[in-house]
Each structure stands twice: as structure tokens, then as C-alpha cells.
């Protein structure tokens, strides 16, 4: 069995420390076979924020799969912005934008979805969308074909629609038609695991909550996701919220899905 850790919007310089010791005993509980880092890692791209973001990761002790967010782009330095928005974090995280992981049943495809001249939005193009199906398409049966963005590629609340990924729809036919099993996301504090209607096969949301951060939603603890995949089409979701009780993540939901193969 594969053990993914999806670690989202974290926003390093808000982080509450006996949330991030308690993730760090989970990690050490769970073993993950890859930490997928899903961007909003800082909360104003600072390069303290980054550094103190990746001795956090480095902790985690397993190999880490991670994308900016909008709040990974300085907000106030606008000539940072506009000719290097990516030197912080890639100093910190590397400069691959377009990350892919694959192990023997796992593949695990990053995109970066955010912008310079957006300052919340995110987007996905149509050079990226055709890129990931093509990598999609040479995924092997037996791996779970999971991609990465930062805003969601779907929302359950009315109120989420601005915050969906511009180009989504597109996205998702595509992606779905090369054979993508999860889309994994975060952006807005919410975690939820959601079937997307109308496509040419099974292909869903996977959304997480912050993970670390005081800037929960309200009625939301921080949470993170863990995906197990056993083969033969077997994956669990499960979400983990922090329990202030215990100081410790405790697993609160687990949704079983069915990924088509042939």
C-alpha cells in the first residue's frame, strides 16, 4: 500500500506550533510514502516564511512534492512581483514549477496554477492542460494518477465560485479522458472529497484544509488529507483534523473511491 500526506495552505508566519509538532508526530505515525505540499505554504512570501516552511517539510521525513500559492508570490514587493515572482520560494522549494512524482503505483503531477498579475485567482492553460494528459496517458494500470493544483478544480458552495480555477471545465474533460483518477487542491480552508458529474470517466475533487495555520475557516479545525491506495482500484480518502483535546490529528472522515481501470 502507498501512503500520500496532502499538506495544504500551511501560511508560514500564521503557523500555530503545537499544530505543526502534531503534524510532524502524524508524519512519523503514518510514514507517508510522498508529502504533497499544495501550495499558500507562507502568508507573505518572506524568505524567513520559506525557510521555516521547509525545516517544517524536512521534518516530515519523506520525499515532498510541493507547489506555490497565490500568497507564495510577494504581494508588496511589486518589483519582485513582476520580474521574479517565483525566487523565494524556488530558493526554498526548487524551481520546478511542474513537479511529477511516480513510484511503482503512484503518479503524481503538479501544475502550477497561479499567476503574477493575478493576485487570488488561479488558472490553468490550455499548454498545461494538454501537458498533464499527455503524462496522464503513459501512466501505468497499476498506479493511482493523481494531479496537483492550488485553487480547486470544483467547489460544493455557491460562495467557492470565485475562487474555482479559471479554465476548469476544460481541465477537467481532459483529464479525465486521459485517465486522471484525483485532483487534488486546497486555496480555501475547506476540506471535502467530491465526484465530478459529466465526464468520460470517474475523476474526483480532493480538497484540504490548512494545516498548520490560525487562519481557519470558521467552524473548520486545521486538517490534512491522507490517500491510501492499495491497487486493484482500492483508495481511501481520509481527513484528519487536529484535536486541541489530544493536541494530536485524528482521523474525523474516510471516503473509499473506485477508480476505473480498462
Same mark, same amino acid.
Do not use: C
Given at each position: 500500500m502507498s501512503v500520500l500526506l496532502q499538506v495544504s495552505d500551511p501560511h508560514f508566519g500564521t503557523e500555530r506550533p503545537p499544530v505543526v509538532e502534531a503534524l510532524v508526530a502524524l508524519a512519523a505515525q503514518l510514514r507517508p510514502d510522498l508529502v504533497v505540499l499544495?501550495?499558500?505554504?507562507?502568508?507573505?512570501?518572506?524568505?524567513?516564511?520559506?525557510?521555516?516552511?521547509?525545516a517544517a517539510m524536512d521534518r516530515l521525513g519523506a520525499p515532498l512534492l510541493a507547489l506555490p500559492g497565490n500568497h507564495d508570490i510577494?504581494?508588496?514587493?511589486?518589483?519582485?512581483?513582476?520580474?521574479? @515572482? +517565483?525566487?523565494r520560494y524556488s530558493a526554498a522549494f526548487g524551481a520546478d514549477l511542474a513537479p511529477v512524482f511516480a513510484s511503482h503505483d503512484l503518479l503524481v503531477i503538479g501544475v502550477n496554477t497561479t499567476r503574477?498579475?493575478?493576485?487570488?485567482?488561479?488558472?490553468?492553460?490550455?499548454a498545461q492542460i494538454a501537458t498533464v494528459a499527455q503524462q496522464l496517458r503513459q501512466a501505468r494500470p497499476e498506479q493511482l494518477r493523481v494531479v496537483v493544483v492550488h485553487q480547486p478544480i470544483d467547489v460544493m458552495?455557491?460562495?467557492?465560485?470565485?475562487?474555482?480555477?479559471?479554465?476548469?471545465?476544460a481541465a477537467q474533460q481532459a483529464w479525465a479522458a486521459a485517465g486522471a483518477d484525483v485532483v487534488m487542491g486546497g486555496h480555501i480552508?475547506? @476540506? +471535502?472529497?467530491?465526484p465530478l458529474p459529466g465526464l468520460a470517466r470517474a475523476l474526483w475533487a480532493v480538497q484540504a484544509g490548512t494545516a498548520v495555520s490560525s487562519r481557519v475557516r470558521s467552524g473548520m479545525p486545521n486538517s490534512v488529507n491522507v490517500l491510501r491506495w492499495a491497487g486493484a482500484a482500492a483508495c481511501v480518502v481520509e481527513q484528519w483534523d487536529f484535536s486541541a483535546a489530544t493536541s494530536s490529528f485524528v482521523r474525523v472522515a474516510s471516503t473509499s473511491?473506485?477508480?476505473q481501470r480498462g
Open positions: 499544495s501550495g499558500d505554504i507562507t502568508q507573505r512570501a518572506r524568505t524567513g516564511q520559506f525557510n521555516a516552511a521547509r510577494a504581494l508588496f514587493d511589486f518589483w519582485s512581483r513582476l520580474t521574479r @515572482p +517565483y525566487a503574477a498579475w493575478r493576485h487570488k485567482d488561479g488558472e490553468v492553460s490550455d458552495r455557491q460562495e467557492d465560485l470565485p475562487n474555482r480555477l479559471h479554465n476548469h471545465a480552508h475547506l @476540506p +471535502y472529497v467530491m473511491l473506485a477508480p
